[in-house]
T-cell receptor
C-alpha cells in the first residue's frame, strides 16, 4: 500500500475564488487520479494526472475548471477554479503503482464547502 | 457504457447479524472487482478484491465471490460489529491505463449494539 496525504483536509471558500489541493505520496507511483464525491453521492473520476504531461480529463470535466499539475512521481495538485456552491464536494486523490495494476489507494480527501 | 448497480441503503442491523450487500456489474469483458469502505470522517480504504471468475476476496471477516454467470460480487459478513458501520462501495475495474474504476452509489451500513 501507499501512504497518501492531502492538504488542506477541509476548507470553506467564497464563490468565485480558487482553491488548490495538494496530494503527496510516500513513494513513487505511476498513476495518480483525482476524484470528486458530491454530498451523498458516489465517486466520479475527474482526471488522471500524468507525470510530465497534461492531465487526461473525463467527460464533463475540463482543464480550465480543474487544472492539474504532476511535477514528479510523488506529488500532484488539483485546483478548483472560479468556485460555485455546486463545487462543494469531497475531493480525493488516489494512486496506483503501475499501469494495468488495477488496485488503487485513496487519500483522506479534502472537504470543500463553497458559500 | 459500463456500470455497476449496488443495493441501496441505508441498512441497519443489530450486532452479530448477517450482512449481505448486493452488487451487480455490466458484463463487458472481465473486470477486476473491488469493495471499498469509507468509515465516518475518513477516506476510502480497499476492503477486498477479486480478479477473475470464482475468486473469493476476503478481509476483516468480509467475503465476496466473483460470480461471472450472474455478474455479481455480493459482499457478506457472518456477524457484523458496531465498528463495521460505514459506507461500502462496489467498484469494478474495466481495464485500460486510466483509473477506470466505476463506483457504485454506496450502501450505508449502521450496526446497533
Amino acid at each position: 500500500s501507499a501512504v497518501i496525504s492531502q492538504k488542506p483536509s477541509r476548507d470553506i471558500c467564497q464563490r468565485g475564488t480558487s482553491l488548490t489541493i495538494q496530494c503527496q505520496v510516500d513513494s513513487q507511483v505511476t498513476m495518480m487520479f483525482w476524484y470528486r464525491q458530491q454530498p451523498g453521492q458516489s465517486l466520479t473520476l475527474i482526471a488522471t494526472a500524468n507525470q510530465g504531461s497534461e492531465a487526461t480529463y473525463e467527460s464533463g470535466f475540463v482543464i480550465d475548471k480543474f487544472p492539474i499539475s504532476r511535477p514528479n512521481l510523488t506529488f500532484s495538485t488539483l485546483t478548483v477554479s472560479n468556485m460555485s456552491p455546486e463545487d462543494s464536494s469531497i475531493y480525493l486523490c488516489s494512486v496506483g503503482r503501475t499501469s494495468g495494476n488495477n488496485e488503487q489507494f485513496f487519500g483522506p480527501g479534502t472537504r470543500l464547502t463553497v458559500l | 457504457g459500463n456500470s455497476v448497480t449496488q443495493m441501496e441503503g441505508p441498512v441497519t442491523l443489530s450486532e452479530e447479524a448477517f450482512l449481505t450487500i448486493n452488487c451487480t456489474y455490466t458484463a463487458t469483458g472481465y473486470p477486476s472487482l473491488f469493495w471499498y469502505v469509507q468509515y465516518p470522517g475518513e477516506g476510502l480504504q480497499l476492503l477486498l478484491k477479486a480478479t477473475k471468475a470464482d475468486d473469493k476476496g476476503s478481509n476483516k471477516g468480509f467475503e465476496a465471490t466473483y460470480r461471472k454467470e450472474t455478474t455479481s460480487f455480493h459482499l457478506e459478513k457472518g456477524s457484523v460489529q458496531v465498528s463495521d458501520s460505514a459506507v461500502y462501495f462496489c467498484a469494478p475495474y474495466y481495464g485500460g491505463s486510466q483509473g477506470n474504476l466505476i463506483f457504485g452509489k454506496g450502501t450505508k451500513l449502521s450496526v446497533k449494539p
